[in-house]
């Protein structure tokens, strides 16, 4: 696609239920990053992709995120066990190239997580 | 360790004024910086993307300067709409370390008003 697809667009939980969100890239886009935007304005990178393969994973919580891009399906984000400052935005990022100063990414509308 | 900085942190003007917000950070070592709007509720639209060989870029009525060895730059709308009003956030990628993830600043929020 065009755009960076993410679903759904809010997800309730209650605490110690798992969360799982989807991740769209645009189609040719061989990268895919993870950001968590908890306060307005503060984002924190939790992971990226280069296809499926991790490439960077310095920003997750590893006991309880997951992350994976499977061949031809979206890429996910996982959390298993949600805890209440797991509540945010979290936003996919996906761009067609990235050790390179042309690395502009594009951005999904993202998943509003709200942990109960 | 990066840190973007974001000056001012909210702005309100009338229709048709010329702006300038500021990014700044502290280290020089990047890769590119890029600037970004979000609007309340939604994700983040591309702007402007300089790289570290540019100067500036230009798109409509929006132009991004870039000053690496002062750690600066900034984002000049001219003859600012309504249509303008969001967050504007800049993203710097650094060099080093072999990290290329960007870091935001907190962004400018701006209200332009009929």
């Known amino acids: 696609g065009e755009e960076v697809a993410q679903t759904p667009k809010h997800l309730v939980r209650g605490e110690g239920q798992k969360a799982k969100l989807y991740c769209a890239p645009i189609?040719?886009?061989?990268?895919v990053f993870w950001y968590q935007q908890v306060l307005k304005n503060e984002f924190k990178f939790l992971i990226s992709?280069?296809?499926?393969?991790?490439?960077?994973e310095t920003g997750m919580p590893k006991e309880r995120f997951s992350a994976k891009c499977l061949p031809n399906s979206p890429c996910s984000l996982e959390i298993q066990a949600t805890k209440l400052e797991d509540s945010a935005v979290y936003f996919c990022?996906?761009?067609?190239?990235?050790?390179?100063?042309?690395?502009?990414?594009?951005f999904g509308p993202g998943t509003r997580l709200t942990v109960l | 360790k990066q840190e973007v900085t974001q000056i001012p942190a909210a702005l309100s003007v009338p229709e048709g004024e010329n702006l300038v917000l500021n990014c700044s950070f502290t280290?020089?070592?990047?890769?590119?910086l890029q600037w970004f709007r979000q609007d309340p509720g939604k994700g983040l639209t591309s702007l402007l993307l300089?790289?570290?060989?540019?100067r500036e870029q230009t798109s409509g009525r929006l132009n991004a300067s870039l000053d690496k060895s002062s750690g600066r730059s900034t984002l000049y709308i001219a003859a600012s709409q309504p249509g303008d009003s969001a967050t504007y956030l800049c993203?710097?990628?650094?060099?080093?370390?072999?990290?290329?993830?960007?870091?935001f600043g907190r962004g400018t929020s701006l209200i332009v008003h009929p």
């Open positions: 992709f280069q296809n499926e393969n991790v490439f960077d």
């Open positions: 189609k040719g886009h061989s990268y």
């Open positions: 300089i790289q570290s060989s540019q």
């Open positions: 993203a710097v990628s650094t060099t080093k370390g072999g990290s290329y993830i960007p870091t």
């Open positions: 990022a996906s761009s067609q190239f990235f050790r390179s100063a042309y690395n502009e990414q594009f």
């Open positions: 280290d020089s070592a990047i890769y590119n």
